[in-house]
Nanobody
Framework: QVQLVESGGGLVQPGGSLSLSCVASGRALRDYSVNWFRQAPGKEREFVAAVSWGGASTYYTDSVKGRFTISGDNAENPVYLQMNSLKPEDTATYYC??????????????????????????WGQGTQVTVSS
């Protein structure tokens, strides 16, 4: 079992920044990498950002490229999501989720797997991010 806890959400004005953290606990953490999803009100949960198990590769959904940065590696260490130039459309509950390293990719990301919710074994409870003036 792996438990994931997100932190760092809050209310920020458009153009501002927030840094989210995800800390994992439990067994066999080294077998997993951790990525980020979000769910806006009235919408389905969507993939946001991923980092490979070894930390060498990252991937972002188009809407956050150039503004968000994911850092970290395997689940033994915290995974961060630095969010800059925030927009109202970034308002959502942000979730971190753990995927087995062989599915997500050790050094090169498996893009099909990391974007699919069904490939993830564990999810955090989420942290709310609200971007509003």
């Amino acid at each position: 079992q792996v438990q994931l806890v997100e932190s760092g959400g809050g209310l920020v004005q458009p153009g501002g920044s927030l840094s989210l953290s995800c800390v994992a606990s439990g067994r066999a953490l080294r077998d997993y990498s951790v990525n980020w999803f979000r769910q806006a009100p009235g919408k389905e949960r969507e993939f946001v950002a991923a980092v490979s198990w070894g930390g060498a590769s990252t991937y972002y959904t188009d809407s956050v490229k150039g503004r968000f940065t994911i850092s970290g590696d395997n689940a033994e260490n915290p995974v961060y999501l630095q969010m800059n130039s925030l927009k109202p459309e970034d308002t959502a509950t942000y979730y971190c989720a753990a995927i087995q390293r062989d599915k997500g990719g050790l050094y090169y990301l498996n893009l099909q797997s990391i974007r699919s919710e069904s490939e993830y074994d564990y999810w955090g409870q989420g942290t709310q991010v609200t971007v509003s003036s």
